[in-house]
């Protein structure tokens, strides 16, 4: 016999439905496929980018001296190279002049001669740099360094430095952590924007299946939301187990290659579950919100037209928390940190800075509480002002969504 | 706002409703309604489309809250706390597109606490039992509309519920499906489950419903057994008399008119015996004389007016035309 289901078993038979159909369905594999897109794109991106630096010619130090300057800065380019590394500028001969000869350097630069950026006339003693304000500032030390080592003037013996590696400083340290907590922000980000938007995209569909109105009559509109935020939850956990799996296997074949971000302040493993949880958090407090705004509308149209500024409002709460990484301790961090749909990002940045745990607790409360206020309101919000019919739907004044919205608050007597 | 004329006031209540409001956007929807419902009964809800009948079930069923009033269904103020002893059928059917059909009835089981391997085992015996049984692995989207149909109604059913709602259920069938709809019907209510639907043709609520709520612009200006409705308006005699004029005449009320050969006039508060004694007294060789009770059809006109009628009409010409 059948008996009366309480609101959590009513969310389960919700759930077990929606998410065996959603990972039987086609859009689940395109949901699997869905980081390797962007991953694709990166590397793709990347690759190019790669080509194209490599492919454009680098700014050289051109060369224009009589033939014993020219041979003397050679051999000070090679005594100095090992040591100075990256702060000589590549050089290259240009002419080696007779004595007497003159050198216009200027029409050498207009014509583009060898790619030069900057020109060297002039002696040993008394060099000249030509070039443009920028470059001749930045290059007037090393062609100074290399004369003063062609005439015979520098230093003859380097002192050896002994070296004493450590794995990070303090400023690495910080640099590193904040590095993975944006990378956290990030993949909570994306992650959740592409679940929020299936959760709305379900819901539209029930609608336009009309069975929205079998379910809203046999079980209270809470547990339909509460049903329908779980299943996807719970098969963005199999996408991530998928994901999490997948990586694993290319880290085991490409061992060392694979790019690791350096260790959150919390550890490796608190802070992957705290990931987790920041990630269930985040994307009940979206997509508790996409479902009343999905409740709400009747046509796909209607639900863009809603959910558009609902989610540039998470992409301005998302850089919200971003911006709060730089600055921990801030009023911006506690403002990210109170306003529910940043809260989450605020907090797994935190969780990458800072190794107190007892916040997170704090603060998986007051986003469990928003979620729950949520949830209650877009039902409510169903109950009320949803579901009309026949002439009632027909008939007043203003119609669609933005009437809905816009409608008085209900006196509800029972 | 009339009350209810309930002939059956010592049944207990499957559904109890006073002063319902509903309000969209500034249109009532549903104006104070009154309804009270015994267990057992058939009752109908009949209006044309847009005078209420689904705010009101969808109030009686929780699915929105009425914006003022009472409801308590099966002795409970909150519908939902009832919901695993209701059964419902909503006027625009749905079923998810990829669900087999008996799995589509156990997941509307489920919904109403039904164990799901119960709802399956139950929901092929239902199919079975309906002449589905070959469809009972094809999926919703391979079925007709109609077909569908049935497998939502077995839906409604297959966990044995106290209380069904019907939204239009005829709505959309032909006439053999109408026919089995109204034996299922009857079969329910001798079960002793009570039967609520709504309907806009006058012809299911009379031929089904113990009682009727006839329903216009969100009102209900009668709620009460069949009879009593028809009762509203008195029996037509239609009487043909050999001799046309007599002492005889000042039997027939004034509002008697004469026809080719017939005399047609509402019978008189005194009853027929009076009327007989009058016409055999005085001679007037009586013909033929018949007494019609009046139709749920003339008692709607009678208790909405005749606007609500017309719309009644419109809205069964606009089914038939669809």
Known sequence: ?414 | MAGNESGMATRPLAIEARGLVKRFDGFTAVDGVDLTVGEGAIYGILGPNGAGKTTTLRMLLGIIDPDEGMRRILGAERPHDVAHTIGYLPEERGLYPSMKAYEAIAFIGALRGLPLAEGRRRGKALLEEHGLGYAIDRQIRQLSKGMAQQVQLLGTLVHEPRLVVFDEPFSGLDAINQGKLEVMIRALAAKGTTVIFSTHVIAHAERLCDEVAIIAGGKVPFAGPVDVARDRIRPQVRLETRVQDGLWRKALPADARHEGNYWLFSLPESGVEPLLRALIEGEAGILSLSIERAGLHDAFVHIAGEAAARALEETQAEELAR
């Open chain 1, 1 to 414: 016999m059948s008996g009366r289901l309480s609101t959590w078993q009513a969310a389960f038979v919700i759930a077990r439905r929606d998410f065996v159909a959603i990972l039987w369905s086609r859009s689940f594999i395109f949901f699997l496929l869905g980081p390797l897109f962007p991953v694709l794109v990166g590397g793709f991106a990347g690759g190019i980018g790669q080509r194209v630096q490599a492919a454009a010619d680098r700014p050289v130090l051109g060369v224009a001296m009589q033939a014993a300057d020219v041979s003397a800065l050679r051999a000070a380019y090679d005594a100095l190279a090992p040591r100075v590394g990256a702060a000589l500028p590549e050089m290259t001969v240009l002419k080696q002049l007779e004595p007497g000869e003159a050198f216009d350097a200027e029409a050498a630069l207009a014509a583009k001669q060898a790619n030069a950026a900057a020109i060297v006339t002039g002696t040993l003693a008394a060099p000249k740099l030509t070039g443009t304000a920028e470059r001749i500032a930045e290059w007037q030390g090393p062609v100074s360094m290399l004369a003063a080592q062609a005439l015979g003037r520098a230093p003859k013996d380097y002192p050896a430095v002994s070296l004493a590696a450590m794995a990070s400083s303090t400023a690495q340290e910080h640099h590193g952590q904040i590095m993975t907590a944006q990378a956290g922000q990030l993949l909570l980000f994306l992650l959740t924007m592409l679940l929020a938007g299936m959760v709305l995209s379900n819901l539209v569909e029930e609608k336009g299946n009309k069975i929205i109105e079998i379910l809203a009559a046999a079980i209270p509109m809470d547990a339909v939301f509460l049903g329908k935020l779980f299943a996807m939850l719970a098969v963005s956990f199999v996408g991530i187990a998928v994901w999490a799996s997948a990586y694993g296997g290319f880290a085991l074949v490409a061992g060392n290659a694979m790019p690791m971000l350096p260790e959150p302040a919390v550890g490796w493993p608190t802070f992957i579950a705290l990931g987790i949880a920041y990630f269930a958090m985040a994307y009940l407090l979206i997509g508790s919100l996409f479902l009343a705004i999905g409740s709400m509308a009747s046509t796909v149209r209607e639900v863009q037209t809603l959910s558009m500024p609902a989610s540039f409002a998470q992409i301005v709460f998302f850089m919200l928390a971003a911006f709060a990484v730089s600055a921990p301790g801030s009023l911006y961090e506690w403002i990210a940190i109170a306003v529910p749909f940043s809260s989450p990002y605020a907090m797994l940045a935190r969780a990458a800075q800072s190794p107190l745990l007892w916040p997170h607790l704090a603060a998986f409360a007051w986003q469990a509480l928003c979620v729950a206020l949520l949830i209650r309101g877009g039902a409510r919000l169903f109950r009320t002002r949803v579901m009309k019919s026949g002439g009632a739907g027909n008939r007043g004044k203003k119609r669609g969504l933005f009437a809905r919205l816009s409608a008085k608050p209900v006196r509800a007597a029972i």
